[in-house]
Each structure stands twice: as structure tokens, then as C-alpha cells.
């Protein structure tokens, strides 16, 4: 038993009915008291268990990012093709900067991407850090 089946049960005995069989309950069933009936939908309504959220889009969550101020891809899981094409572009001498620009990514992303490709070291992402315009 857990809190969903058990607010299952106390929903159907508020509304009257069995809760195993689903038929209506006996006009002179306890459970038809006015009193009982209070205490069970002051129950139900106290511990009514919330909705589970929808899962936003890409793009509800492209359009959250850049209301927030973060860059449009922020906290957003990255592809193997875009890694690439990160490690591609920073070969042809793109800066960090530009990167995050180009690929919706805060710098310190890109960094860490480079890092992991083995492109670049804390020394050398520091001289182009501090380049920016």
C-alpha cells in the first residue's frame, strides 16, 4: 500500500462508494455519516498528491535559459556531433568566447568539453579566457 492507493480508497469512501467493488454505499452506512464524510474529503484535500510536471520541450527550455540571462543551450545535454564540431572549431583557432557564442554554451562549458577532448590545459584555456572583447 502507498499514499496513492490509499488517497485512491479515501476518495472513493468520501464519494460514497466501496472502494473494492465500486458500488454505492448504503444510505445508513457509517461511512455516509456527515461527520465521516467531512473528516474524509478534509483528508483528501489535505494530502492530494500534485500532478506530475510535464516535461518541457527543447525549446520551452531554450526560451526558460535566455529569460534567466544563461546562454539558449545552458544545462542542456550535449551531442557527440557538437562536441566534435567544438573540438573542430577551436583547431581552426575559434576562441573560447566566440565558441560559447556560436554553440549557446557559457565559456566554462566549452571548457570543459576541450578539456575532455584533451584539446586544451588550465594554462592555455586561461590565455584565451582572458582574451575576450
Not at 106 to 112: F, K, P, T, Y
Request: hydrophobic share 35%; net charge positive; no cysteine.
Amino acid at each position: 500500500m502507498n499514499l496513492f492507493m490509499s488517497l485512491e480508497i479515501l476518495s472513493k469512501l468520501s464519494n460514497g462508494l466501496n472502494p473494492v467493488t465500486g458500488e454505492n454505499l448504503p444510505d445508513n452506512s457509517l461511512y455516509n455519516h456527515p461527520d465521516v464524510l467531512r473528516a474524509l474529503f478534509f483528508i483528501v484535500n489535505f494530502i492530494k498528491i500534485p500532478p506530475k510536471k510535464a516535461k518541457k520541450t527543447l525549446e520551452d527550455r531554450q526560451a526558460n535559459n535566455i529569460a534567466q540571462g544563461r546562454p539558449e543551450n545552458s544545462n542542456l545535454p550535449w551531442t557527440d556531433e557538437v562536441k566534435k564540431e567544438v573540438g573542430a572549431q577551436y583547431n581552426a583557432s575559434v576562441p573560447i568566447y566566440k565558441l560559447a557564442e556560436n554553440f549557446g554554451r557559457s565559456q566554462g562549458s566549452i571548457r570543459a568539453v576541450l578539456i575532455q577532448q584533451g584539446l586544451i590545459e588550465d594554462d592555455k584555456y586561461n590565455q584565451y579566457y582572458k582574451n575576450k572583447p
